[in-house]
């Protein structure tokens, strides 16, 4: 049976490859294309088109703020903004009640 496997993303490639988990001797993992660190995004990720520039730089914000996609005892991994104007909106929030960037881009209804 072949070992689970997760979601890594290079950032400056827009590209998205599924590799298996780290082990104990793995090293850091590092994108085939440029040669930059992989970010480890999680198991339950999807990623886009390489052509959405939008959807890639609202990506960059999740992944920035330490939001990651790992699956949760429920299925998914609960509400994530795609498009930047919610990223915005979010953000906005989270400067005006002092609540953290990353627990602001998770939350599926402002208040």
Do not use: N
Not at 5 to 16: D, E, F, G, M
Not at 36 to 42: D, K
Not at 81 to 101: D, I
């Amino acid at each position: 049976m072949a070992h689970a496997k997760t979601s890594y993303v290079c950032l400056p490639c827009r590209a998205s490859y599924k590799q298996p988990y780290a082990g104990y001797h793995d090293h850091d993992r590092v994108c085939p294309r440029c040669a930059e660190p992989l970010i480890h995004v999680g198991s339950a990720f999807a990623a886009p088109k390489r052509r959405d520039t939008a959807a890639w730089r609202t990506l960059s914000v999740l992944l920035h703020a330490g939001v990651r996609f790992h699956k949760s005892c429920c299925g998914g991994p609960g509400y994530r903004p795609r498009t930047l104007s919610e990223v915005r909106e979010r953000m906005a929030y989270a400067r005006a009640t002092g609540e953290p960037f990353a627990q602001a881009l998770v939350r599926r209804d402002l208040p």
